[in-house]
């Protein structure tokens, strides 16, 4: 018997996050002398924080690095960040024994072809509206919204939803 969706949202218990593409648009804005900079979407930083508040665990996996990451991490107090770690699937198992968890309970949100071999590991894998097609056709989910535009709150709130913790996460807010 196959696992519905929902099911396998209702298990997670570690998100893991892409950045360039996901948290991002994709694109890289660099200066003359190679420095960095990315634009984060502030309402899939608050996802995320509603998330992690939820009991939910939250990291990000990344092929490049960037100081850029590592200060907007610790904004949202994100401890399990891996930078510049091309063979991801590699780095997989070092971020799962830092949470506590297995593949099994583990979903990642991706958008190109490099985040493939994860995707296919974990319980549930997620692409953003605007990802490679390929990735769109092997994740279990796709969000409606793109890559720094929501997509990454839109999948917090999926899983939130799933394990019943989303109304009273957003109940807070009304005061």
Avoid: W
């Amino acid at each position: 018997m196959t696992d519905t969706l929902t099911e396998r949202a209702r298990r997670v218990r570690f998100v893991i996050f892409d950045v360039d593409g996901v948290l991002t648009d994709g694109s890289l804005f660099l200066d003359d002398d190679g420095r960095q900079y990315k634009a984060f979407n502030s309402k899939d930083g608050q996802g995320m924080r509603m998330l992690a508040d939820s009991g939910v665990q939250v990291g990000i996996l990344t092929g490049r690095r960037s100081g850029v990451v590592e200060h907007r991490m610790q904004d949202l107090g994100i401890r399990l960040v891996v930078q510049g770690r091309r063979d991801k699937l590699e780095a997989l198992d070092g971020l799962l024994t830092d949470a506590g968890v297995s593949a099994e309970e583990t979903a990642y949100v991706g958008d190109d072809v490099v985040d493939l071999p994860v995707m296919r590991r974990v319980a549930l894998a997620i692409a953003v509206a605007d990802a490679h097609a390929l990735v769109r056709e092997h994740a279990h989910y796709v969000t409606r919204q793109p890559g720094g535009r929501g997509a990454a709150r839109e999948a917090c709130e999926f899983i939130m939803e799933a394990q019943g913790t989303l109304q009273a996460a957003l109940t807070t807010y009304l005061g």
